[in-house]
């Protein structure tokens, strides 16, 4: 089967999807992107570059796209001899929390809904995600002032599916012994920007810190062209902890971090999947995350207890339990690295195909 992977913002955890997906499937999968900046330019204009792009749409037997496009654009201008397509939302803008001195913006958001009733497939990262985007359309469609499309909500609800984004895995992922350090390493390995809350986690680590708690330090994740300010003041307070500082080019050596890693966090403001989290549990890190987005479906509910806080008070508790007795954990981090073993690509791949061959056949 000939697929045709369309990313508008080949960046990021959607370029991790997209190649990832690429290098798995057992069809043959072209790819054909666009850089991941100027994001709302994308959302409006992405369709209109892939259409001049792709000479011949009929080729393929699917198309698979992700939310960050206008979909009802480029299928109007595509023309009859369309194949299937598939969209995939990672992300939606009627409920992504809004930065500093940020409005909402009501026309992106409705754009994702329409596109996702135009989708013959509409898949989501998580049941938390689709839960929250159907809330928020049905918000956005009861202020229209009339002619309100009520039946849109229970369309999206009967034709929205869960498909887990697959992970890439080191082939040593639990190297507890490799290159020992002398204190645990916590790791930070999300995005540089306000929707992660970096300031809940730098005020807790400090917190930490004050009490005497030795402990090293390793700040990955991608940045863009503006860095949180309490990024430069951790590079001050955290200098003796600091180990890492930045995104690291080279995934082998990134997540060579994360084998040595012993403590992963997150105080997330928005995450509808994780993949950073999910890495680097599976390389062997201790997981702390807070009771709400993804995190409670992605995690075994018997280590629920242990590895989910509800306030940035317990989060330190929890965290300073665990440093002054790091090897107490070990079984747990163990159980946790094998369990998310499920969410690789070698395993989920088939998933994916045997969906996607479904749509193929009924064309």
Not at 76 to 92: C, D
Not at 101 to 121: P, R
Not at 177 to 184: C, S, V
Not at 231 to 248: P, S, T
Request: include cysteine; charge should be neutral.
């Amino acid at each position: 089967m000939k697929i045709l992977f369309l990313e508008p913002f080949f960046g990021g955890s959607h370029k991790e999807f997209a190649t990832g997906f690429a290098a798995h499937s057992s069809h043959d999968v072209d790819l054909v992107t666009l850089p991941a900046r100027f994001w709302k330019w994308r959302m409006r204009g992405a369709a209109l570059y892939f259409i001049r792009k792709i000479k011949e749409l009929s080729q393929y037997d699917l198309i698979f796209t992700t939310d960050m496009m206008d979909l009802t654009d480029f299928m109007a201008l595509a023309g009859r001899n369309l194949p299937p397509v598939v969209m995939y939302f990672h992300e939606n803008q009627l409920s992504y929390p809004l930065g500093p001195d940020e409005k909402q913006d009501f026309h992106l958001g409705f754009t994702n809904i329409v596109s996702a009733v135009a989708a013959d497939g509409l898949f989501f990262n998580s049941r938390f995600h689709i839960s929250e985007f159907l809330k928020a359309a049905k918000r956005l469609i009861k202020q229209m002032p009339d002619v309100r499309p009520g039946w849109m909500p229970e369309t999206l609800e009967k034709k929205a599916k869960v498909l887990y984004p697959g992970c890439r895995f080191g082939a040593q992922v639990f190297a507890l012994e490799k290159t020992p350090l002398d204190r645990p390493l916590i790791i930070w390995n999300h995005r540089w920007e306000y929707d992660k809350n970096p300031e809940d986690f730098f005020a807790m680590l400090g917190a930490v810190k004050k009490k005497g708690i030795k402990f090293y330090l390793a700040l990955l994740g991608e940045q863009y062209e503006i860095i949180p300010d309490v990024f430069k003041e951790a590079k001050e307070m955290f200098k003796e902890e600091i180990l890492v500082y930045g995104y690291l080019e080279s995934r082998e050596e990134y997540l060579s971090w994360l084998a040595r890693g012993s403590v992963v966090i997150s105080t997330a403001l928005q995450e509808n999947f994780g993949i950073s989290v999910v890495e680097a549990v599976r390389h062997g890190c201790f997981p702390l995350l807070p009771d709400r987005l993804s995190y409670p479906e992605l995690m075994p509910r018997k280590f629920h207890g242990e590895v989910i806080y509800k306030t940035t008070a317990e989060l330190g508790e929890k965290l300073e339990n665990f440093l002054r007795d790091p090897d107490r954990f070990f079984p747990m981090r163990q159980s946790l690295s094998d369990y998310t073993r499920r969410f690789s690509w070698e395993i989920l791949v088939k998933q994916y195909d045997k969906i996607l061959e479904k749509f193929i056949k009924g064309a």
